[in-house]
């Protein structure tokens, strides 16, 4: 089933997560439901805590309610601004009224790793001249993130140590900006090239170290991140993939 099938005629989704990435519950009216098959279903609420497949991270999880029904959200998907929640019903059947509620430990993993991984890109960029990015995963099993560059293994003890030192109870800030300020709020923000055009631009800025458009869930405080480890590095086409952890 194409999801922007799913989509098409709804109105966009009002995307809580963007707001607030440590929102855990809200209530949500139910637009649409379509079964798969079996107890798999697509289940479009009119707001969402779920951050869906893509910009880097991996969905959410966890789990949608109403009085009488309950289903465990898998996946979290987007089309043309709608949210629709990939869910497998567990009891009842879904009503139009519902509480959604985030597998917040893993919510918070990816939110650490993800700061982790705009910090990685300065400390790159500190020791190679910059930082280019080509691809990224900021979430479990392995995170890791692609540069355009050829990078050296032995380089991977002084890239964890420069990411680690940056890790100092830095606030991070996220606002929205008009096109006409980027060039006046942005700084150490790679692809900039390749950034499509947009109306308003979801910024965020780890105080010192970069601010750059992202669409994805952070931590407040660096503090949050905890240690962050180089885990493994492999050549890919057209350049670098590093792999990375947290750790309390």
Not at 153 to 174: C, S
Request: include cysteine; glycine fraction near 8%; aromatic fraction near 6%.
């Amino acid at each position: 089933m194409r999801i922007e099938e799913i989509a098409r005629g709804l109105s966009p989704t009002n995307k809580i997560y963007l707001a607030d990435s440590y929102v855990r519950k809200c209530k949500s009216r139910i637009l649409k439901v379509m079964r798969e098959k079996g107890s798999n279903y697509y289940i479009v609420p009119d707001s969402s805590i779920f951050h869906p497949v893509g910009g880097g991270q991996p969905s959410d999880q966890g789990w949608i309610r109403g009085r009488n029904f309950e289903a465990e959200v898998r996946k979290a998907l987007e089309s043309n601004d709608v949210i629709v929640l990939y869910c497998k019903l567990i009891k009842g059947e879904v009503e139009e009224d519902a509480e959604q509620e985030l597998d917040w430990e893993r919510r918070h993993l990816i939110m650490r790793l993800h700061t982790a991984g705009h910090i990685i890109d300065r400390a790159v960029a500190d020791l190679t001249g910059g930082a280019e990015t080509i691809g990224a995963f900021h979430g479990p099993p392995r995170a890791h993130v692609d540069y355009k560059t050829k990078i050296e293994e032995d380089l991977l003890p002084e890239i964890e140590r420069r990411a680690n030192k940056l890790v100092e109870g830095r606030e991070v800030i996220v606002r929205e900006i008009a096109p006409e300020d980027l060039e006046k709020v942005i700084y150490g923000a790679p692809n900039l090239d390749r950034l499509p055009k947009a109306e308003r631009y979801r910024i965020v800025e780890i105080k010192g170290v970069n601010a750059m458009p992202c669409t994805g869930t952070h931590v407040r405080n660096t503090s949050e991140v905890g240690m962050i480890s180089i885990t493994g590095i492999e050549r890919i086409e057209g350049g670098t993939r590093i792999y990375y952890g947290v750790r309390p």
